[in-house]
């Protein structure tokens, strides 16, 4: 089974810019979350799209969206960038079975590193 | 809003000592989970415990969870160069679906 592919790896930007990732979950999952890792902030929970609808949302400002579509990829579009959204972020699928007690592991793309300059 | 707290922040030991991890939640937990994050990589699942007091063994790694469901360890006997990386506990807490990571333990090794 192929794993959770990103992209792209790497993107450099410029403050006030736009960015947009993609993410391909594992064949069959239907869970897609997103976290941003930083140095100093660890792993932050950005949100989680279940079927096409979002399901849970972390701390962040409405700068950061997101979407899933049918087939399950999911996007994430950060608006306006800061230098402070320099950060790997990462996507993470899971079976995400809705209602389930305990939804079971994550597996985790390698990330797409974005600078902000 | 839910916090998972995670000590040490850092530890270095020789090759051949033991490394313990500390996760604690300030609510009750349905879950616990474990990653490892090697250096440039991406966080890989360990394993999950579900049940008060419950313990699970992987070689060398010893994992438990709390009988109040709120604090976890990881505890690794005689460590390697292998286990080089940063650990990340993950707790989800009752009734919610949401994963809250902790800041995770950086794990080095002096061979």
């Known amino acids: ?38 140095p100093g902030q660890g792993l932050q929970f950005l949100f989680e799209y279940f079927s096409e609808t979002q399901r849970n949302k972390g701390n962040f400002p409405g700068r950061f969206s997101g979407r899933q579509f049918s087939n399950s990829r999911s996007e994430m579009n950060v608006s306006t960038l800061e230098l402070g959204d320099s950060a790997l972020y990462l996507c993470a699928s899971s079976s995400g079975l809705a209602g389930g007690p305990s939804i079971g592991e994550q597996f985790f793309g390698p990330g797409t590193r974005l600078t902000v300059l | ?70 604090n976890s360890s990881l505890h690794i006997t005689a460590t390697q160069t292998t286990d080089v990386g940063t650990y990340f506990c993950a707790g989800r807490v009752q009734g919610a679906q949401k994963l809250v990571f902790g800041q995770g333990t950086r794990l080095t090794i002096n061979p």
């Open chain 2, 1 to 70: 809003g839910q916090q998972v707290m995670q000590i040490p922040q850092y530890q270095h030991v020789q090759e051949g000592e033991d490394f313990t991890t500390y996760c604690n939640s300030s609510t009750t937990l349905s879950n616990i989970q474990w990653y490892k994050q090697r250096p440039g990589g991406h966080p890989v699942f360990l394993i999950q415990l579900v049940k008060s007091g419950e313990v699970k063994k992987q070689k060398r790694l010893t994992f438990q969870f709390g009988e109040a469901k709120k």
């Open chain 1, 1 to 38: 089974k192929a794993g959770v592919t990103q992209t792209p790896r790497y993107l450099i930007k410029t403050r006030g810019q736009q960015v947009t990732l993609s993410c391909s979950p594992i064949s069959g999952h239907r869970s897609v979350s997103w976290y941003q890792q930083t």
